[in-house]
């Protein structure tokens, strides 16, 4: 595809909106291509924004409770006689409880949705980069070589660590996109196995505990220093998956 091809496709790549075919020819061509890599970016900067508690208005105290006080006093005045109020009143109660009920099971629903969307996402992507013979972005051993990569490219450093003395070598890094941002994919080796770690800046600064899970024959760990979000992708068994964590968290 060429830029003005990808600049039609690139909103819908943004919200994950494409099918698995034109994802692989959009991650190809961003890969390579810095002013489209440039424009996702300011897409996603703009979500960021837009996402900031500080854009949010925060109804005064006074101006939430005259507006409750208005709807009590509309209830009280429209009650009646249980006996006179028309069926067709008492189903527009029960719709709206319906309604109530719908919205609040959507709500408790929403992060475990969340949560599987992203599990899905970073499969996707492991499985992307081995598809498209496309590991590495820029392929070193060097962890001095690696992290200085990244530089100008992201609006963040991630930190690189060389796990090459506990049998996880570093194999080098690329751009990635996850969690609807840019994000950095650092490439680690296990014998004939390769980890993809993907590093962005968290939501929140609560430090989150490891956790694991599986998705169509990957292990997946997640966790999170208050600063970065990591998850490491393989189709290393869990214990060695594990292992690996806690040798990039000792470091």
């Known amino acids: ?45 703009l979500r960021g924004a837009l996402q900031n508690d500080a854009l949010r208005f925060t109804a005064p105290a006074g101006l939430r409770a005259r ?40 709500l408790t629903m929403q992060p475990a949705r969340d949560g599987d969307r992203l599990v899905a996402e970073l499969t996707a992507s492991h499985v992307r980069s081995l598809m498209a013979a496309h590991l590495t972005d820029v392929a070193s051993t060097d962890q001095h070589t690696v992290k200085p990569w990244f530089d100008g490219k992201l609006d963040f450093a991630p930190p690189v660590r060389d796990l090459r003395e506990t049998g996880f070598p570093l194999l080098g890094g690329r751009l990635d996109f996850i969690d609807g941002r840019p994000a950095a994919a650092l490439v680690y080796g296990r014998q004939k196995h390769f980890i993809n770690l993907f590093v962005w800046p968290a939501k929140t600064a609560a430090p989150r505990k490891l956790t694991t899970t599986q998705r169509n024959g990957y292990n997946l760990a997640q966790w999170s220093d208050g600063k970065m979000e990591f998850s490491a992708v393989s189709d290393l068994n869990e214990a060695d998956l594990r292992v690996f964590v806690s040798e990039w968290q000792g470091r």
Do not use: Y
Not at 4 to 29: C, F, M
């Open 1 to 45: 595809m060429n830029c003005p091809q990808i600049q039609k496709l690139i909103q819908a790549h943004h919200d994950g909106e494409l099918d698995a075919a034109n994802t692989l020819q959009v991650d190809e061509h961003l890969a390579d291509c810095p002013q489209c890599f440039d424009a996702l970016r300011r897409l996603s900067t």
């Open 67 to 106: 507006i409750r006080a208005s709807v009590a006093q509309t209830a009280t005045s429209e009650q009646e006689p249980v006996r006179a109020r028309p069926w067709f009143q008492s189903m527009g109660w029960v719709a709206a409880a319906i309604a109530v009920v719908v919205s609040i099971l959507t």
